[in-house]
């Protein structure tokens, strides 16, 4: 009977732990593509494909937090890369890459660039929210995970929802264009099933709050047509 309790005991410990483990993770409906946001590091994150985004590659825009995180797991390839001859970090720019075994856990990895940082709004982002649906189709990833990585940048004076609503614009209207095209039968690609958030667990409210803007400036823009 002993013996029975303390293997209880452990089963009931072990639960626990794997439920603290989990990440904070917030479901987001009305979308045309269902969202979650999700507290977790981009570097740890096991996925098809996760984005993250660069500032222009220079030694003013250093790297912060979960930037650092992935670039100690490539062994600095993304120290390595980042040269004005090399990834630009142009607006716009990007580069997909298979992380190494041991290294990222995620299967690939596309480095969106945001340009100048000092000069760095919000806006921005919707062209990145664009570029996230796209190449996302164009690698044939229905789930992507998307980190704006801003913060981490080191640029650090707007709300993480301001963020998240331009990403989440563009990036409905790149399923808006796709759902268009697939409807005239001239797409043969795959499209977007769901696309995962993250922001860390102190900026997840605001983030939510900024999608749900997205989606309902995008719902009006609908029933306007």
Known sequence: MKLFSIFALVAVSFCLTSLQAQPASIEIGGAVVPIRVLAQSPADTMTDLQVICL???????????????????????????????????????????????????????????????????PQRMQLVGEIVYTESTRVGVAQPYFAPTILDGGVTKFATGEVAEQ???????????????????????????????????????????????????????????
């Open 55 to 121: 500032f222009r590659s220079s030694p003013v825009n250093t790297l912060h937090g979960s930037l650092v995180e992935a670039n100690e797991k490539l062994k600095g390839l993304l120290d390595r890369v980042r040269k004005p001859e090399l990834f630009r970090g142009d607006l716009g720019e990007t580069l997909l890459i298979t992380p190494p075994s041991g290294s990222l856990a995620a299967k690939k990895l596309l480095l969106i660039g945001l340009g100048n940082s000092q000069d760095f709004a």
């Open 167 to 225: 990403v989440i614009a563009g990036f409905l209207r790149a399923a808006d264009i796709e759902k268009m095209v697939r409807g005239e039968n001239a797409s043969g690609r795959i499209m977007v099933a769901g696309l995962t958030y993250l922001a860390g667990p102190k900026n997840m409210e605001s983030t939510r709050a900024g999608i749900e803007k997205a989606i309902g400036a995008a719902v009006k823009t609908q029933e306007a047509r």
